[in-house]
């Protein structure tokens, strides 16, 4: 089962920047599906930013143009690059990753998820 460990975060001014990682404690190569999730004080939890194994990438409007999802394989670390903060990106963020566990009935779904990072945008 692969565990994911966050690093990053915390008070940034407005218009700062600030990367999250999200370590896996194996490869990552063949996990076709990472991505990071917020959820803001009072809001439901949002999807930002997801990458596949091929490196498409997806945001949400929310983020896009601000935000970078990236991975590295080699170091089995997924990354969030955020730049041009606002206060509206306050938020305890969460990586993801999923896949399809091969069973003989049938493969499963399988997902794990990192343990939250507050960011908090903050002058």
């Known amino acids: 089962q692969v565990q994911l460990v966050q690093s990053g975060g915390g008070l940034v001014q407005p218009g700062g920047s600030l990367r999250l990682s999200c370590t896996a404690s194996?490869?990552?190569?063949?996990?076709?599906?990472m991505g990071w999730y917020r959820q803001a004080p009072g809001k439901s939890r949002e999807s930002i930013a997801g990458i596949r194994s091929g490196e498409t990438t997806t945001y949400a409007d929310s983020v896009k143009g601000r935000f970078t999802i990236s991975r590295d394989n080699a170091k089995n670390t997924l990354y969030l690059q955020m730049t041009h903060l606002v206060p509206e990106d306050t938020a305890v963020y969460s990586c993801?990753?999923?896949?399809?566990?091969?069973?003989?009935?049938?493969?499963?779904?399988?997902?794990?998820w990192g343990q939250g990072t507050l960011v908090t945008v903050s002058s």
């Open positions: 993801y990753a999923a896949w399809l566990e091969p069973d003989p009935r049938g493969d499963r779904y399988r997902e794990a």
């Open positions: 194996g490869s990552i190569s063949s996990i076709p599906a």
